[in-house]
């Protein structure tokens, strides 16, 4: 059984990656299925006579009001991509694995089907179909970190991993695009795509439990078909022994009778972590460097076309490279794990001399994540302010970069911040939240376009002042954990 456990346990990480970085996160890869959709001239007929034309035959390179309505399909999208998430997080919870991917697949699919069969006179449907396909990717973030449950030590490196193959997987559309340009339609493309349904189905039952996967992960532990008709009683029975394992080990010895709050989180509610400091500040964090990132996204092909003059070969040329850059997410987000986990086995074995509790020293492993995480987004938000169009190179790069280092860092602190019964509650929550905040990038695009003239200094040195305050969230973590350590150090 051990031996037959580990190829079974590779296999569901090396196909739970494949899924995240062809499926999960398409919708980030707009840039290059907007250049497409122009080219087929989807909502064209917005464009008014008078709009002055910037670009060569192909028609007007840049319209307001289809610029406009692109926005706001991204806008919803993305919205749908995090808000959704805190319901998928309720579904995934009390649900599990199997229910949860069949309504991944079942949105996934109808949404592809809808994008095949849409043209320029039907455009409207993407306004029902990128949401759906948003959240039925979503859907397969969440069912597959737990992926990380299995291999113990490296938890928050699959979880990163995973998280940048769901940021790589914006590179699909750039694939579309490409192929579109070689005469392959668009309409084939999106039937591929639905086909592919048959393998997440064929995967869901074969290479996925039908629970969830408990951590730590009990001895001779088995899923999938392979495990027989009693899997799901015996994960429930291994999530109940590992529920008393880890209060076993949260309530130590008597000589750390006052370690402070960690002690009391293990009989504390859900909204009694919701409502902290801790979530609060980490709320913040996501938000303001998500809105960053959203609003680059979904304007990327107008700011192009501003930057480029019109030149729709210069604006492919730097669509293409963005949506290149994007697919190497998937090996800047392992990175950002490995920090976190060879952090957190530094400070494991500190604090055996300090007397450290364990959830001091994960949260200790997360700041230097948090911290760089802002100052990356620092770093592409100075540089996309910059309207200078061979900058934008150096931008996409610190793009891809951050946004990796977020969506991996993000699941990744939660999990090592709160407990693990609460994850997926709490993950549906702070991207739900998030989201809201998200909704800001459409009326900060309209006032660019209208009031400011095309000009986003003002929006841009804004945006700038409210990253440097992502800044206090790794300044709080690390503050609340000194606190914590100093009556160890000082007794």
Known sequence: MPGQGLPLRVATLLTGLLECLGFSGILFGWASLVFVFKTEHYFEELCKPEDPLMGNVTGPADCKAQDERFSLIFTLGSFMNNFMTFPA???????????????????????????????????????????????????????????????????????????????????VFLVIKLLYEQGVSLRASFIFISVCSAWHVGRTFLLMPRGHIPYPLPPNYSYGLCSGKDTMARENSTAESEKLEMGSKEVPPAKEETPGPEQQQEPRSFWSYALSQRFAWHLVWLSVIQLWHYLFIGTLNSLLTNLAGGDRALVSTYTNAFAITQFFGVLCAPWNGLLMDRLKQKYQKEAKSTGSSAMTVALRSAVPSLALTSLLCLGFALCASVPVLPLQYVTFILQVISRSFLYGGNAAFLTLAFPSEHFGKLFGLVMALSAIVSLLQFPIFTFIKGPLQNDPLYVNVTLVLATVLTFVHPFMVYWECRRERSPGATA
Do not use: C, W
């Open 89 to 171: 997080g309720f579904i995934f919870d009390r649900f599990k694995t199997t229910v949860a991917r069949l309504l991944a697949i079942f949105l996934y699919t109808t949404a592809t089907l809808t994008i095949a069969f849409t043209s320029a006179d039907s455009a409207l449907l993407l306004f029902l179909a990128m949401p759906m396909l948003t959240v039925g990717g979503i859907l397969f973030l969440i069912t597959n970190l737990q992926v990380g449950n299995l291999f113990g030590k490296h938890r928050s490196t699959i979880i990163t991993l995973y998280n940048g193959a769901f940021d790589s997987s914006s590179a």
